[in-house]
């Protein structure tokens, strides 16, 4: 399981709103902070997740919450790989039939750039009503298993 401590934002029945920051690849590195000002901030934007909350979580109390590895790798195979393979599939099949098709060389790239990015479109498109589908289903959510006390164990640099 994959475990992560994050703050209580609200509370809805037995779901709670969590926030956590995003953490870039290079948190503990020296430069972190001016890499962050040179990136706009991109390692530290805060993620909202909506997760069971059994153990009666209130707002504004930091808790350890708790993934599936197997859901966060089936998630993170969905949203990187499926789109990239998608593209480069559905790519490759355009630019395949345009040539079958007799259309000259040069314009068959195009014409499998332009497949490709659709399928790309149709692939993000088809994840977001897949997402909605999965909505009801607490079997794949986060879990919060424990109220933290004390002070905050995230540590800066």
Do not use: W
């Not at 709670?16 to 000002?37: L, P």
């Not at 390692?43 to 009666?56: C, E, H, S």
């Not at 079958?100 to 009503?129: I, K």
């Amino acid at each position: 399981m994959l475990r992560e401590e994050v703050l209580v934002v609200a509370v809805e029945g037995a779901y709670a709103m969590v926030s956590s920051q995003r953490k870039s690849a290079c948190g503990s590195c020296q430069a972190e902070s001016s890499c962050t000002v040179l990136s706009g901030g991109g390692g530290k934007r805060d993620t909202r997740i909506r997760a069971m909350n059994p153990v009666g979580a209130q707002v504004g109390q930091r808790v350890e919450l708790e993934v599936s590895e197997q859901q966060f790798l089936k998630a993170s195979f969905l949203v990187y790989l499926l789109p990239v393979i998608s593209l480069i599939f559905f790519g490759i099949l355009g630019r395949s039939l345009a040539v079958g098709l007799g259309v000259a060389p040069d314009m068959a790239e195009g014409v499998g750039g332009l497949v490709g990015v659709v399928a790309l479109l149709l692939t993000f498109f088809g994840l977001s009503r897949f997402n909605d589908h999965l909505e009801g289903d607490d079997s794949r959510r986060p879990v919060i298993r424990k109220i933290l006390t004390g002070a905050s164990r995230t540590g800066g640099c």
